[in-house]
């Protein structure tokens, strides 16, 4: 196995693993009920995003802890769906990767799970600021 390296590797691992978010009975409804069966916005979002933070490609710009708080009003995201997500995500760059940089997306999607689920609980608090 090799380490994620290029933008077509970071392409197959986005692929690869919403294919298994999609089909999940944990999170799939998630994902289904916000972005529907149209995913030629979200994936190629999730491309620049990734290959921002695996590979310093610059390109990507966005907000993803504000997009989470969004989709919070929507579908209520709770640390179990943080949870599975990450045991996709970990699975997904298990069965395709191997390396310093596939380890580092396993940290860093874990970093980011964390801190999103934890500005989504401070947001039901009552003086909460984006």
Same mark, same amino acid.
Do not use: C, R
């Given at each position: 196995m090799q380490d994620i390296t290029t933008?077509?590797?970071? $392409? *197959?691992?986005?692929?690869? /693993? =919403? %294919?298994?978010?999609? @089909?999940?009975?944990?999170?799939? =409804?998630? /994902? @289904?009920e916000v972005i529907g069966? %149209?995913?030629?916005?979200? *994936?190629?979002?999730? =491309?620049?995003?990734? @290959?921002?933070?695996?590979l310093t490609i610059p390109g990507? &710009?966005?907000y993803p802890t504000y997009k989470h708080l969004e989709v919070?009003?929507?579908v209520p995201l709770k640390k179990e769906h943080f949870d599975r997500w990450l045991l996709l995500w970990y699975d997904t760059i298990d069965h395709? /990767?191997?390396? $310093?940089? !596939?380890?580092?997306?396993?940290?860093? !999607? &874990? *970093?980011? !799970?964390n801190l999103i689920h934890i500005k989504i609980e401070e947001s039901a608090k $009552?003086?909460?600021?984006?």
């Open positions: 933008t077509a590797d970071v $392409e *197959l691992l986005i692929n690869t /693993f =919403y %294919d298994k978010v999609k @089909n999940d009975d944990t999170i799939g =409804y998630i /994902f @289904n069966s %149209d995913w030629s916005h979200h *994936l190629p979002v999730m =491309y620049k995003f990734w @290959n921002m933070v695996l990507y &710009e966005g919070n009003k929507q395709l /990767f191997k390396g $310093e940089i !596939a380890d580092q997306a396993k940290t860093k !999607a &874990e *970093l980011m !799970a $009552e003086g909460f600021i984006q």
